[in-house]
């Protein structure tokens, strides 16, 4: 077994962070970090969207002190800020001007701390004080979060006055706050807000973190809004423009979460059975609610019934793989490949495809056709084991040619049954095809003399993850799939940067609904780089293992599987890395 070693620990969420806690220079603010600690509680399953209860001890703060400095008035408003996500800033307004405090919105953005020393740096003249904050991440009014590249630092300045008791009060700063990591973990939750795909049959989540306290409020209102900009045109909502709370405040009686909404927020029969799966499939998410009741202007929502969003389709435990100069499949026990007559593959097929809908399986040819074959299509039953002693087919294999181009990147699966790919060169364009020979042209212009290294779609369908390179640099994307209601797709939206600081990368692979992994470029003798990126999250990163060339996952971590150039297969064991099979060319779950 190989041992794993973990460079970058998880930063946000319900587990563990990256980087030490981060010292603000007032011993008040100090108090604030060693008040709370990190959750001793599971981490969220993987695949079912629940956030665990982590009960979370509240900071506490007190207001300003008879004689503080200003400097002390500063750094006792950013622990009494941080505390006002658990109550109402009250005690951080007692820092500030009546003025500042009518105009100051906390929750304009927030920042969160990442590692490294803040100082002060105060102008004794004006009575400006400015710290430059190390920023693991920024999120906006709406609960989107981004990442910052390491390094990142952002200015942020506070006016002090004296008022007319002597006191020193804070007159102006920027709108939002300021918290430390450890506190960002207890007090915010990772709320995947459900909205629905084009053909109202999967939900899609769309990751916002929100204040614990009154959370179901904060996710409501949020559900209500609608979708995050980059996602919303492949993606639709059950509640009309106008939308909103009617009371604003979701309350939690014995489970019960009651959702009250204004008469506007009323839309046709099929809308309102929408509205409701939303409300009730993002809301049961939060600790403390397993059920939703939702009325308008008192009455209850109702609807036709016509909607019942599932969860996007996990793979089944069956992969295929290409071995021996055959198709198989591996069942998690015992490698199956197809019979004789089935014959063999071409030498210089390679990245195979599996589907969702049964095992049937693409692949490239030569690097330049995209081709697929149903020689795996009645599973495991039509096939027969793998022997040392097997030899090869005395015929080629049939296959279909789906398409030809110049240099294609693997193919990838949705759950419609379109096979995705790209040409390496890429002239801002990806192509999805199918057996039955439909295919379209999906408009990407941004993806226009770029260099694409790896295309995959997400399990509901909605998102694409795409690998690429620019003069240089490494990027890792993810974009929406704007499609019609029978699901042909039609083109992307605009990117969203995911993956910070991820280097040179070869594959990328969805993990769960929101997660995917990036395997980095093969070192000799060093165990390639493994991010872990959760769209609208964080970004970990591991070890894979000393040669891996390609790498799969059937649900969550635990099931990431890596192939190696010298054809051993490696899965997650524990916190290692286990050889379960060799000369194996290639092996992928459905996806």
Same mark, same amino acid.
């Given at each position: 077994?190989?041992?794993?070693?973990?460079?970058?620990?998880?930063?946000?969420?319900?587990?563990?962070?990256?980087?030490?806690?981060?010292?603000?220079?007032?011993?008040?603010?100090?108090?604030?970090?060693?008040?709370?600690?990190?959750?001793?509680?599971?981490?969220?399953?993987?695949?079912?969207?629940?956030?665990?209860?982590?009960?979370?001890?509240?900071?506490?703060?007190?207001?300003?002190?008879?004689?503080?400095?200003?400097?002390?008035?500063?750094?006792?408003?950013?622990?009494?800020?941080?505390?006002?996500?658990?109550?109402?800033? &009250?005690? %951080?307004?007692?820092?500030?001007?009546? $003025? !500042?405090? /009518?105009?100051?919105?906390? #929750?304009?953005? =927030?920042?969160?701390?990442? &590692?490294? %020393?803040?100082?002060?740096?105060?102008? $004794? !003249?004006? /009575?400006?004080?400015?710290? #430059?904050?190390? =920023?693991?991440?920024?999120?906006?009014? %709406?609960?989107?979060?981004?990442?910052?590249?390491?390094?990142?630092?952002?200015?942020?300045?506070?006016? =002090?006055?004296?008022?007319?008791?002597?006191?020193?009060?804070?007159?102006?700063?920027?709108?939002?706050?300021?918290?430390?990591?450890?506190?960002?973990?207890?007090?915010?939750?990772?709320?995947?807000?459900?909205?629905?795909?084009?053909?109202?049959?999967?939900?899609?989540?769309?990751?916002?973190?929100?204040?614990?306290?009154?959370?179901?409020?904060?996710?409501?209102?949020?559900?209500?809004?609608?979708?995050?900009?980059?996602?919303?045109?492949?993606?639709?909502?059950?509640?009309?423009?106008?939308?909103?709370?009617?009371?604003?405040?979701?309350?939690?009686?014995?489970?019960?979460?009651?959702?009250?909404?204004?008469?506007?927020?009323?839309?046709?029969?099929?809308?309102?059975?929408?509205?409701?799966?939303?409300?009730?499939?993002?809301?049961?998410?939060?600790?403390?609610?397993?059920?939703?009741?939702?009325?308008?202007?008192?009455?209850?929502?109702?609807?036709?019934?016509?909607?019942?969003?599932?969860?996007?389709?996990?793979?089944?435990?069956?992969?295929?793989?290409?071995?021996?100069?055959?198709?198989?499949?591996?069942?998690?026990?015992?490698?199956?490949?197809?019979?004789?007559?089935?014959?063999?593959?071409?030498?210089?097929?390679?990245?195979?495809?599996?589907?969702?809908?049964?095992?049937?399986?693409?692949?490239?040819?030569?690097?330049?056709?995209?081709?697929?074959?149903?020689?795996?299509?009645?599973?495991?039953?039509?096939?027969?084991?793998?022997?040392?002693?097997?030899?090869?087919?005395?015929?080629?294999?049939?296959?279909?040619?789906?398409?030809?181009?110049?240099?294609?990147?693997?193919?990838?699966?949705?759950?419609?049954?379109?096979?995705?790919?790209?040409?390496?060169?890429?002239?801002?364009?990806?192509?999805?095809?199918?057996?039955?020979?439909?295919?379209?042209?999906?408009?990407?212009?941004?993806?226009?003399?770029?260099?694409?290294?790896?295309?995959?779609?997400?399990?509901?369908?909605?998102?694409?993850?795409?690998?690429?390179?620019?003069?240089?640099?490494?990027?890792?994307?993810?974009?929406?799939?704007?499609?019609?209601?029978?699901?042909?797709?039609?083109?992307?939206?605009?990117?969203?940067?995911?993956?910070?600081?991820?280097?040179?990368?070869?594959?990328?692979?969805?993990?769960?609904?929101?997660?995917?992994?990036?395997?980095?470029?093969?070192?000799?003798?060093?165990?390639?780089?493994?991010?872990?990126?959760?769209?609208?999250?964080?970004?970990?990163?591991?070890?894979?293992?000393?040669?891996?060339?390609?790498?799969?996952?059937?649900?969550?971590?635990?099931?990431?599987?890596?192939?190696?150039?010298?054809?051993?297969?490696?899965?997650?064991?524990?916190?290692?890395?286990?050889?379960?099979?060799?000369?194996?060319?290639?092996?992928?779950?459905?996806?």
């Amino acid at each position: 077994m190989t041992a794993r070693t973990t460079q970058r620990t998880h930063r946000f969420g319900p587990r563990r962070m990256r980087g030490r806690l981060v010292a603000v220079v007032a011993a008040a603010t100090l108090a604030l970090a060693g008040c709370v600690s990190i959750p001793d509680a599971g981490p969220v399953e993987e695949g079912d969207g629940q956030v665990p209860d982590t009960n979370p001890v509240l900071p506490f703060a007190e207001g300003p002190q008879v004689g503080d400095s200003p400097t002390a008035i500063v750094s006792g408003f950013l622990t009494a800020s941080a505390a006002g996500f658990a109550s109402n800033f &009250s005690v %951080a307004r007692e820092y500030l001007t009546p $003025e !500042a405090s /009518n105009e100051w919105d906390p #929750s304009t953005r =927030v920042l969160v701390f990442d &590692s490294g %020393a803040l100082t002060p740096d105060w102008d $004794e !003249a004006t /009575n400006a004080i400015q710290y #430059s904050v190390p =920023v693991a991440a920024e999120v906006d009014s %709406a609960g989107v979060l981004v990442e910052s590249t390491d390094g990142t630092r952002v200015p942020i300045t506070f006016q =002090v006055v004296e008022n007319s008791y002597g006191e020193y009060r804070i007159s102006e700063l920027d709108d939002g706050a300021v918290i430390a990591q450890a506190n960002f973990d207890h007090l915010f939750l990772p709320v995947p807000l459900a909205f629905a795909s084009m053909d109202t049959t999967t939900i899609v989540p769309d990751l916002r973190w929100l204040p614990q306290n009154n959370g179901p409020t904060w996710a409501a209102r949020e559900l209500l809004a609608g979708p995050s900009p980059w996602l919303a045109s492949a993606v639709k909502t059950g509640f009309p423009a106008g939308a909103a709370l009617e009371v604003d405040s979701v309350v939690v009686t014995d489970g019960i979460a009651a959702v009250q909404l204004n008469t506007e927020s009323a839309g046709t029969p099929s809308q309102r059975s929408l509205a409701q799966e939303q409300l009730t499939r993002t809301l049961t998410t939060l600790p403390g609610v397993v059920a939703v009741t939702v009325t308008v202007g008192g009455v209850a929502l109702g609807g036709d019934g016509s909607v019942a969003l599932n969860p996007a389709p996990i793979p089944d435990g069956d992969a295929a793989a290409i071995v021996a100069s055959r198709l198989g499949l591996w069942d998690g026990t015992q490698m199956w490949v197809a019979p004789d007559p089935e014959g063999f593959l071409p030498d210089s097929a390679s990245h195979v495809a599996r589907s969702y809908g049964g095992p049937t399986a693409a692949f490239l040819v030569n690097d330049s056709v995209l081709a697929a074959s149903s020689a795996i299509r009645g599973g495991i039953e039509s096939l027969e084991p793998m022997t040392p002693e097997l030899a090869p087919p005395e015929n080629a294999m049939e296959y279909t040619t789906l398409y030809s181009g110049n240099r294609l990147v693997g193919p990838s699966y949705d759950r419609q049954g379109w096979v995705w790919t790209a040409e390496t060169s890429n002239n801002g364009q990806l192509v999805a095809v199918r057996p039955s020979g439909d295919q379209a042209d999906i408009d990407a212009r941004w993806l226009e003399g770029r260099t694409v290294q790896a295309v995959a779609v997400s399990r509901d369908g909605t998102r694409v993850v795409v690998l690429s390179r620019e003069g240089g640099q490494q990027l890792a994307e993810v974009a929406a799939v704007v499609r019609t209601e029978s699901g042909v797709p039609l083109t992307l939206g605009s990117p969203l940067s995911v993956g910070v600081d991820v280097t040179t990368a070869v594959d990328a692979e969805w993990i769960n609904d929101l997660s995917f992994a990036i395997l980095g470029e093969a070192q000799e003798e060093v165990p390639s780089s493994l991010w872990i990126a959760t769209v609208g999250g964080e970004t970990v990163l591991e070890s894979a293992t000393v040669g891996a060339k390609s790498v799969t996952a059937r649900q969550g971590e635990s099931s990431l599987t890596t192939v190696g150039e010298d054809g051993s297969v490696r899965t997650r064991v524990g916190t290692g890395w286990e050889e379960i099979l060799i000369e194996v060319d290639d092996l992928e779950y459905a996806g």
